[in-house]
């Protein structure tokens, strides 16, 4: 099973457009995190969750937003598709803030 | 300038070379990371440390709290090695995000 995983692992759609990306952990853990990760390979925290509460919420449009129906689930939301957006977005667990994060397999989103 | 700055950008090296990777940060930290991304995409934690040393394998990670700098070592390199390396920090308080480094890609010639 895998422990972090995300849908879709592709995504093409084209600017204006809404989509969301799934992320689910059956590790037990109590936060998740969203990062994504530009064309240069850099990454960066989007957003974070401990327990569905927002903790961390980087200066992101709110074309954004993150739900966290429960502690296994954080998705993303994106509205209003831009080209700037093409990017890998990456799901995150762990057991507390300060535990050892784990990754999903990333999603790779194309804006046409 | 990046908070959290690795060295060197890019590594080739030939199998069985001892490899050092090397990370420097400037902002008070809870635990330093080390991360590997292969060229699939997929991410995964290969060290959380904040003093001292740490051993798993063919990889050995260190820190030195005092000088803000960690080094992450591959003993008998081989071409599965081959990855990018990244470097994390966490600043602490209330929302202990991670702050990466730009990555070292590290290429292991047979």
């Known amino acids: 099973d895998t422990a972090v995983s995300q849908t879709p692992k592709y995504l093409v759609t084209q600017m204006g457009n809404d989509k969301s990306i799934k992320c689910e952990q059956n590790?037990?853990?109590?936060?998740m995190y969203w990062y994504k990760q530009d064309s240069k390979k850099f990454l960066k925290i989007m957003f974070s969750?401990?327990?569905?509460?927002?903790?961390i919420n980087e200066t992101v449009p709110n074309r954004f937003s993150p739900k966290s129906p429960d502690k296994a689930h954080l998705n993303l939301h994106i509205n209003s598709l831009e080209l700037g957006d093409s990017a890998v977005y990456f799901c995150?667990?762990?057991?507390?803030?300060?535990?050892?994060?784990?990754f999903g397999a990333g999603t790779r989103l194309s804006v046409l | 300038k990046n908070e959290v700055e690795q060295s060197p950008q890019n590594l080739t090296a030939q199998e069985g070379e001892f490899i050092t990777i090397n990370c420097s940060y400037s902002?008070?930290?809870?635990?330093l990371h080390w991360l590997q991304q292969h060229p699939g995409g997929g991410i995964v934690s290969l060290f959380m440390?904040?003093?001292g040393k740490k051993k798993h394998g063919r990889l050995i990670a260190t820190i030195n709290i005092q000088e803000k700098h960690s080094s992450l070592h591959i003993t008998a390199s081989h071409p599965r090695d081959s990855a990018v390396y990244i470097c994390?920090?966490?600043?602490?308080?209330?929302?202990?995000?991670?702050?990466f480094g730009t990555g070292t890609l590290l290429a292991v010639q047979p």
């Open positions: 969750y401990n327990n569905k509460e927002l903790i």
């Open positions: 590790l037990g853990h109590d936060t």
């Open positions: 995150a667990s762990s057991q507390g803030r300060t535990g050892s994060q784990y």
């Open positions: 994390a920090v966490t600043r602490g308080g209330a929302t202990n995000k991670l702050i």
């Open positions: 902002v008070g930290i809870s635990a």
């Open positions: 440390l904040s003093s």
